[in-house]
């Protein structure tokens, strides 16, 4: 069988001209040598395998929106992959659709549409018409939990070098007048939250974790990135640091161990050694430092007991 995959490679059988390809196409996925996507397109295993969570989800947004309408939007989750903005919760076996209408939306395959009475001028991403990045990350903040919302939000307002796709920092200004213009019934508050929240000092969506906690618990924000400098004269630059309390609050994530592409070089002992020499650095400069991993910063109560066992000052009785 000829391979008619294009460069994202999909193979769509309406792009095929000869009923006897189409026919070997069909044979493929019966025999589990294609994966189907959608309804008439699919992809080979050994493509799909090389794929990402992040982007098997893209390529099946892209494999599902064959048949948007001309003033449909992908939305939701869906534009939120495409603008390469990080999920908390994974991403879903449906693609996510809106466009202006009266009346209610439908389930069409694996493609689910919304309508709104709020228009949206849009953009195109990847060839994709998309919601605007002010308006999916309002989406997200009013329709996911607070976590979802401040990792995507960071995430815009902090703007993205990334060869897949540049993005410029989303002005604060235009996240809050986004969420001010949502009905209160459609999540209003929430999202009028993440968007005050929104901090382009976080770094990573382990950081943008720790904050919607810290919210969650009543706690005041700490300052971002604030540098120190060790007995050896090197700059440090922390997660979370209240200066009130001096105390000092990191994310420690797994990934700087583990992930080859963050080591820049080193061996996992080696980063698990410069990492242990940064921390008795800055400790030996601060009143207190915790440090908090996914689980952790997930669950606001631990996140709490972790604080308090590190010596953090919580409001009231223990500052009488």
């Known amino acids: ?7 994202r490679g999909l193979i769509r059988l309406r792009g095929i001209a000869t009923p006897s390809d189409r026919s070997a196409t069909i044979d493929a996925a019966r025999r589990s040598t294609l994966i189907r996507l959608a309804r ?23 494999a599902a929106s064959g048949g948007l309408a001309s003033d449909e939007l992908l939305c939701g989750p869906s534009a939120l992959a495409l603008w390469r903005l990080p999920t908390i919760d994974g991403w879903p076996s449906t693609v996510h659709s809106v466009r202006p209408s009266r009346g209610g939306g439908r389930h069409s395959g694996g493609l689910i549409r919304h309508v709104t009475s709020r228009p949206d001028p849009g953009e195109h991403i990847d060839g994709l018409p998309v919601t605007s990045l002010a308006r999916t990350v309002s989406d ?20 993205s070098s990334a060869r897949a796709l540049l993005r410029a920092p989303l002005d604060q200004d235009l996240l809050l007048q986004e969420a001010e213009r949502r009905p209160v019934r459609h999540g209003r508050t929430r999202a009028l939250t993440v968007a005050q929240l929104a901090d382009a000092r976080a770094e990573s969506p382990g950081e943008s974790l720790l904050r919607a906690s810290i919210h969650l618990l009543g706690l005041p924000q700490p300052e971002l990135q604030w540098e120190f400098r060790g007995d050896s004269g090197r700059r440090y630059f922390v997660d979370c640091y209240w200066p009130d309390q001096d105390f000092v609050l990191e994310f420690d994530g797994r990934a700087k161990y583990l992930d080859p592409a963050l080591r820049g070089g080193r061996t996992a002992e080696e980063v698990l050694v410069a990492e242990k020499e940064r921390e008795d650095e800055i400790r030996a400069r601060v009143r207190g430092m915790a440090r908090a991993g996914w689980a952790v ?4 109560m631990r996140l709490a007991a972790r604080l308090r066992a590190a010596g953090f000052l919580f409001p009231g009785r223990e500052r009488r």
């Open 1 to 7: 069988m000829n391979d008619f995959a294009d460069d």
């Open 40 to 62: 008439g397109v699919y992809i080979h295993y050994e493509a799909w395998d090389q794929l990402d969570p992040d982007a098997r989800y893209r390529a099946l947004v892209h």
């Open 140 to 159: 997200v903040s009013a329709t996911r939990s607070l976590a979802a919302g401040l990792m995507a939000a960071d995430a815009a307002v902090r703007g």
């Open 297 to 300: 910063a997930l669950a606001p």
